[in-house]
């Protein structure tokens, strides 16, 4: 069956470090890959999205990497705020027409002063 | 704009009742979709829909109608509630060649006792 997996384990770092979050994912040949983050009680909102043929996407602060080959996704945002703290989701198209858009659990991302 | 338009915000239902889900969007949004979202699973697709009149189900359907009248709405039905149905509902929609950026509303906190 089609798998998305996020470190559903927190990630801890330090203010103005580098956070790199992964997702990973089989028997999937999406055509795109789009990174959300969320807040509490809050629904997700949309940071990045990363093609097929696009190995490396910035914007600002973040950057994302597409690897088709290893079917995965790393996710990084430098010099890291307090204000980054969030939960961050990576989500597919379930499948090649676009119609539906799957989600992995979310990595939950904490940056301490 | 509002953007989406998710009500009620909050809602306690007992066991065998029914009831209706809004989700609204005004930027004239061909897809939309309902997500429920439960601890460590994150965010699970429920039905979704690629335009007026067009609507399939998603990862985990049962107990849950949709229909697409109009662009602008897309309610979600629970037809006799059950508990294991307590969860955050969110409300998505995208305008583009399939779910390339995704607008959420601000979820519905559902409690079935």
């Known amino acids: 069956s089609q798998k998305i997996e996020q470190n559903s384990e927190a990630l801890n770092i330090q203010e103005g470090k580098t956070a790199t979050l992964t997702c990973n994912y089989t028997?999937?040949?999406?055509?795109?890959l789009q990174w959300y983050r969320q807040d509490p009680g809050r629904g997700p909102v949309f940071l990045l999205l990363?093609?097929?043929?696009?190995k490396e996407k910035r914007k600002e602060r973040l950057k994302v990497t597409f690897d088709t080959t290893l079917k995965q996704s790393l996710f990084h945002i430098t010099a890291s705020q307090p204000a980054d703290s969030a939960t961050y989701l990576c989500a597919l198209d379930d499948n090649n027409a676009g119609n539906m858009l799957t989600f992995g659990g979310g990595t939950r991302l904490m940056v301490k002063p | 704009n509002a953007g989406v338009t998710q009500t009620p915000k909050f809602q306690v239902l007992k066991t065998g009742q029914s009831m209706t889900l809004q989700c609204a969007q005004d930027m004239n949004h061909e897809y939309m979709s309902w997500y429920r979202q439960d601890p460590g699973m994150g965010l699970r697709l429920i039905h979704y829909s690629v335009g007026a009149g067009i609507t399939d189900q998603g990862e985990v359907p049962n107990g849950y109608n949709v229909s697409r009248s109009t662009t602008e709405d897309f309610p979600l039905r629970l037809l006799s509630a059950a508990p294991s149905q307590t969860s955050v509902y969110f409300c998505a929609s995208s305008n583009g060649q399939g779910w390339t950026e995704a607008f959420f509303g601000q979820g519905t906190r559902l409690t079935v006792v």
């Open positions: 028997n999937y040949s999406p055509a795109y």
């Open positions: 990363i093609r097929e043929n696009e």
